[in-house]
Nanobody
Protein backbone atom coordinates (compact mmCIF):
# COMPACT_ATOMS: atom_id res chain seq x y z
CA UNK A 1 0.00 0.00 0.00
CA UNK A 2 1.51 3.30 -1.12
CA UNK A 3 1.86 6.01 1.50
CA UNK A 4 3.36 9.49 1.30
CA UNK A 5 3.74 11.51 4.49
CA UNK A 6 4.81 15.16 4.34
CA UNK A 7 6.22 17.09 7.27
CA UNK A 8 8.11 20.28 8.02
CA UNK A 9 5.55 22.93 7.16
CA UNK A 10 4.70 25.86 9.39
CA UNK A 11 4.74 29.63 9.67
CA UNK A 12 7.83 31.61 8.71
CA UNK A 13 8.71 35.24 8.11
CA UNK A 14 9.66 36.56 4.67
CA UNK A 15 13.28 35.79 3.91
CA UNK A 16 13.29 32.76 6.20
CA UNK A 17 13.83 29.07 5.47
CA UNK A 18 11.99 25.79 5.87
CA UNK A 19 12.77 22.19 4.95
CA UNK A 20 9.93 19.92 3.92
CA UNK A 21 10.17 16.13 3.96
CA UNK A 22 8.15 13.45 2.18
CA UNK A 23 8.61 9.91 3.45
CA UNK A 24 7.37 7.18 1.14
CA UNK A 25 6.43 3.54 1.66
CA UNK A 26 4.76 0.76 -0.27
CA UNK A 27 6.96 0.93 -3.38
CA UNK A 28 10.63 0.89 -4.39
CA UNK A 29 11.28 4.58 -3.85
CA UNK A 30 14.70 4.66 -5.52
CA UNK A 31 13.27 3.55 -8.87
CA UNK A 32 10.76 6.36 -9.39
CA UNK A 33 10.49 10.05 -10.16
CA UNK A 34 9.04 12.11 -7.33
CA UNK A 35 7.55 15.60 -7.35
CA UNK A 36 6.61 18.50 -5.11
CA UNK A 37 3.53 20.53 -5.98
CA UNK A 38 1.90 23.42 -4.18
CA UNK A 39 -1.60 24.84 -4.05
CA UNK A 40 -1.92 28.48 -3.00
CA UNK A 41 -5.19 29.62 -1.41
CA UNK A 42 -7.95 29.79 -4.01
CA UNK A 43 -5.69 28.63 -6.85
CA UNK A 44 -4.84 25.42 -8.65
CA UNK A 45 -1.89 23.12 -8.07
CA UNK A 46 1.45 24.02 -9.63
CA UNK A 47 4.63 22.03 -10.01
CA UNK A 48 7.38 23.17 -7.65
CA UNK A 49 10.12 20.67 -8.52
CA UNK A 50 10.76 17.10 -9.59
CA UNK A 51 13.62 14.67 -9.14
CA UNK A 52 14.27 11.58 -11.24
CA UNK A 53 15.65 8.25 -10.02
CA UNK A 54 19.05 9.23 -11.40
CA UNK A 55 19.02 12.62 -9.69
CA UNK A 56 17.91 14.75 -12.62
CA UNK A 57 16.12 17.88 -11.41
CA UNK A 58 13.62 20.38 -12.80
CA UNK A 59 12.20 23.45 -11.03
CA UNK A 60 9.14 25.52 -11.66
CA UNK A 61 9.95 29.09 -12.70
CA UNK A 62 8.58 30.63 -9.51
CA UNK A 63 11.08 28.88 -7.21
CA UNK A 64 14.28 28.60 -9.25
CA UNK A 65 17.43 29.55 -7.31
CA UNK A 66 15.52 29.66 -4.00
CA UNK A 67 14.34 26.08 -3.47
CA UNK A 68 16.36 22.86 -3.65
CA UNK A 69 14.89 19.39 -4.13
CA UNK A 70 16.81 16.31 -3.05
CA UNK A 71 16.24 12.68 -2.13
CA UNK A 72 17.75 10.12 0.23
CA UNK A 73 16.93 6.72 -1.20
CA UNK A 74 18.26 4.94 1.90
CA UNK A 75 15.58 6.73 3.93
CA UNK A 76 12.85 6.62 1.25
CA UNK A 77 12.58 10.37 1.69
CA UNK A 78 12.42 13.40 -0.59
CA UNK A 79 13.19 16.90 0.65
CA UNK A 80 12.46 20.47 -0.35
CA UNK A 81 14.79 23.09 1.10
CA UNK A 82 13.03 26.44 0.85
CA UNK A 83 15.19 29.54 1.23
CA UNK A 84 14.30 33.23 1.03
CA UNK A 85 10.61 32.40 1.21
CA UNK A 86 8.13 35.10 0.24
CA UNK A 87 4.42 35.65 0.96
CA UNK A 88 3.58 34.29 -2.49
CA UNK A 89 5.08 30.96 -1.42
CA UNK A 90 2.16 30.51 0.99
CA UNK A 91 0.45 27.26 -0.02
CA UNK A 92 -0.26 23.67 0.82
CA UNK A 93 2.77 21.71 -0.36
CA UNK A 94 2.07 18.21 -1.62
CA UNK A 95 4.27 15.24 -2.35
CA UNK A 96 3.41 13.36 -5.56
CA UNK A 97 4.27 9.92 -6.90
CA UNK A 98 3.45 10.49 -10.57
CA UNK A 99 3.74 6.91 -11.81
CA UNK A 100 0.62 6.03 -9.84
CA UNK A 101 -0.81 9.56 -9.55
CA UNK A 102 -0.64 9.24 -5.78
CA UNK A 103 -0.63 12.28 -3.46
CA UNK A 104 0.30 12.91 0.13
CA UNK A 105 -2.03 14.79 2.46
CA UNK A 106 -0.03 18.01 2.17
CA UNK A 107 1.69 20.33 4.61
CA UNK A 108 0.80 24.00 5.07
CA UNK A 109 3.44 26.68 4.60
CA UNK A 110 2.49 30.22 5.60
CA UNK A 111 4.83 33.15 4.96
CA UNK A 112 3.94 36.38 6.68
CA UNK A 113 5.43 39.09 8.85
Amino acid sequence: QVQLVESGGGSVQPGGSLRLSCTASGFTFSEYEMRWYRQPPGKGRELVALITPGGGIHYGDAVKARFTISRDNAKNTMYLQMNDVQPEDTAVYLCNFPSRNFWGQGTQVTVSS
